[in-house]
């Protein structure tokens, strides 16, 4: 905080503004003046003129004038306040249900009134419900105002007038304060005011342009902030990433046996894909400063050997390595791959979790602090406590869209020892559109896997009716008796996991009566960790035929003999979910088959989305479909950042803006570095504190 910047100061400088009020503000994100002068109304309403009450129409938002002819009180239905006001164009009633005596005097019949509310349908013709009125000393008192009325976003126990009132004074006190850090010659190119001009515009906007209009799409005022505000998001991640690069880190060499070894003992060959990723890896490793790389590869492209030839680079140096995946079970599923492909390197790989405790864990902890271990696989769990390496030198990050970018920056800060940068190699198979990857993931370079291993044949996805139900449930029965394994996956809405198991919970009792031969078991997100494992291993080692599981088994479990898979609710998920969720069959060279269970009658856009899910396995299709359909604020704004909420930018209509942040990020790096901080400060507030080394 710069105790010289008028911007900075608290909002209790203020007059008018106590202690509570800004704790209130507070709430709202209000903590110093320029908070309060970005705080932006989310509708306005028009006092600009007063409307003859003759022309009133329902559903209009007026202002009116007018003089009372008769105030009575009504006791018939809800007791209330009526008041019968006319301007000679017509009449209309005010409506109190809240009233005090002192009012039935107040609107004596002959008094003259401005009202502003709703116009609606009543008893005796039109009125206003507890409007906003103003007695007037004569009638023809001004009572229109020059500027629309901007109304913000409140919290409980702030009034709309306060917070009128401290923004007014703010802008008048400190507006002349605020810095335009974006260059002339950029507002030039795209016709954006200056930030005061702005600023001003969206506050007091003049009576020409209409409330509606105002917060339109295209509006220049509201354009430019929201360019400002995305810019600034961008930035922020820029400026991550140099002080991450400014951080020496070791670089990795290998021998050419080792990396042959290694390679031919393989059960596969690396795909195209995989190679080409690979020398990517292998280029960014090789140098002084860190890797910071994503990987995106649709489900099933073989991400994770990619990763286990990084943690290779890193053992060859000498450096240990830490893979972090976001579930149990996807973290022993590596564990189990890592094991299998290093079997033949004198290398101890760990399994470490939140669950692993006693002297298990203590002898883990050890060996990762004394350097016996060179790699250790767990959750991230593994990072949030006190976990020491001797020497780490990689950090392998997978299905990273569970996690949000805070998070990531974190897990970074945490594999810093000694001064020493460890490389980062994240994996998701999310895709995400390149506009969006620029907001999320401007930190990091990306590679792209996008061929899968070959033999693999597509997923024959059917969208059935549930009252087709018995059908699918036989067609169970026959594919069992080929000794082939299935999900039955119940979905429901994310939020509440109670309900999801127990929805498991019964379909899993219901299976086992209806198909009494099968061997079923039931697998959800409540049950302990190693009672889940061993279900899991059950159905590996092909123990259980009919595997019934709520979307824990999202990511990442890898069963070839299992080719079937019913999803049931599948209109409740986004199309990428489920795309992820079918990506657990189709994983060995028979034939798979997902069902998609639906809840009869569908809406149009529902089952437009599932054809889409039918007719393509091309998971970055999906997401751009899933894109357009659903929008990027939606897509973006649900688990894949958590976090990333903006102020006045709306991914939805200010995707046009995205294509030019990044030129004009980099020209703001070069030509005006002084900006860059004060404009995160501005938009991000002081909560980035990764972005402090
Ligand atoms: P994802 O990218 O979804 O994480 P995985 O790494 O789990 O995919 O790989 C999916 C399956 O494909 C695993 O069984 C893995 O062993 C196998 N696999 C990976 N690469 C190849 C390859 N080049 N050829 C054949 N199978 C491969
Ligand atoms: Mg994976």
Not at 131 to 144: A, F, G, H, R
Not at 521 to 543: C, E, I, P, S, T
Request: hydrophobic share 40%; charged share 25%; glycine share 6%.
């Amino acid at each position: 905080m710069d105790r010289n910047d008028p911007l900075d100061q608290s909002v209790a400088s203020l007059g008018g503004i106590g202690k509570q009020t800004a704790s209130k503000l507070e709430k709202l994100g209000i903590r110093n003046c320029q908070d309060l002068i970005f705080h932006l109304p989310h509708r306005y309403e028009d006092r600009t003129r007063t409307q003859a009450i003759g022309a009133l129409k329902p559903g209009m938002t007026a202002l009116i004038k007018g003089k009372v002819e008769l105030t009575d009180t009504l006791l018939r239905g809800r007791k209330s306040l009526i008041c019968r006001i006319g301007d000679g164009t017509g009449f209309i009633s005010l409506r109190f249900f809240h009233f005090s005596a002192a009012q039935l005097t107040q609107l004596s019949p002959g008094t003259y009134l401005s009202c502003f509310a709703e116009v609606r349908h009543g008893y005796a013709g039109l009125e206003m419900i507890h409007p906003d009125y103003k007695i007037l000393n004569n009638p023809e008192q001004t009572v229109t105002e020059d500027t629309l009325t901007p109304v913000y976003p409140l919290t409980e126990g702030l009034s709309q007038s306060l917070l009128r009132k401290a923004i007014k004074q703010t802008l008048n006190l400190h507006l002349k304060h605020l810095t335009d850090w974006l260059p002339e010659s950029l507002l030039q190119r795209f016709h954006y005011p200056t930030l005061i001009e702005a600023i001003n515009f969206l506050h007091a906007p003049s009576e020409q342009m209409t409330a509606e209009t105002l917060l339109q799409n295209d509006n220049p005022a509201r354009k430019r902030l929201a360019f400002e505000e995305l810019l600034s998001h961008h930035l922020s991640l820029r400026v991550v990433r140099e002080q991450a690069r400014a951080q020496p880190a070791p670089p990795f060499t290998i021998d050419e046996i080792t990396r042959r070894h290694f390679l031919k003992s393989l059960p596969f060959q690396l795909t195209g894909a995989q190679q080409r990723v690979i020398t990517e890896i292998e280029a960014d490793c090789s140098q002084q400063q860190p890797m910071l790389r994503l990987v995106q590869g649709d489900v099933g492209s073989g991400k994770t050997v990619v990763s286990a030839y990084a943690a290779l680079l890193a053992l060859a140096t000498g450096y240990q390595v830490a893979v972090m995946a976001p579930t149990e079970l996807l973290a022993e599923q590596h564990f189990r791959n890592f094991s299998a492909w290093f079997d033949s390197f004198q290398t101890q790989i760990i399994f470490l979790t939140g669950q692993i405790k006693g002297n298990t864990r203590k002898a883990a902890l050890e060996s990762l602090e004394d350097g016996s271990a060179g790699i250790v696989i767990g959750t991230h769990a593994l990072f949030q406590e006190s976990v020491t390496f001797k020497k780490l030198g990689l950090i392998v990050i997978d299905e990273q869209h569970r996690f949000g970018v805070h998070q990531r920056m974190a897990l970074r800060d945490k594999g810093r020892n000694a001064g020493i940068r460890p490389h980062q190699l994240v994996m998701t198979a999310t895709p995400i559109p390149r506009t969006l990857a620029m907001l999320q993931y401007s930190d990091l370079d990306i590679s792209i896997i996008d061929e899968l291993p070959p033999g693999r044949k597509p997923i024959v996805t059917s969208v059935i009716p549930s009252e087709r139900r018995e059908e699918v449930i036989a067609r169970i029965g026959h594919w069992v008796a080929q000794k082939r394994q299935a999900y039955w996956v119940c979905t429901l809405i994310e939020e509440s996991e109670a309900l999801q198991c127990e929805a498991a919970e019964k379909t899993a009792e219901l299976l086992t009566q209806v198909l009494p031969d099968i061997r079923i078991a039931l697998v959800h997100g409540r049950m302990k960790a190693a009672d889940k494992d061993a279900v899991m291993q059950d159905f590996k080692n092909h123990r259980i035929d009919l595997l019934v599981a709520t979307t824990v088994i999202e990511v990442g479990v890898d069963v070839p003999n299992a080719g079937l898979m019913i999803i049931e609710n599948p209109e409740r998920l986004g199309l990428s979910q489920l795309h992820q969720l079918r990506g657990r069959v189709g994983r060995g060279k028979d034939d798979s088959y997902c069902l998609l269970l639906y809840q009869s009658p569908l809406s149009d856009t529902a089952r437009h989305r599932l054809g889409i899910l039918r007719d393509t396995n091309d998971g970055f299709m999906i997401a751009e479909k899933d894109l357009e359909l659903r929008g990027p604020g939606e897509v973006m704004g649900t688990r894949q950042t958590g976090q990333m909420q903006f102020k006045i930018a709306d991914l939805d209509r200010d995707t046009d803006l995205l294509d030019n942040i990044p030129t004009i990020a980099e020209s703001l790096l070069h030509h005006s570095p002084d900006a860059v901080q004060p404009l995160i400060k501005r938009w991000l507030g002081e909560t980035v504190n990764y972005a402090e080394v």
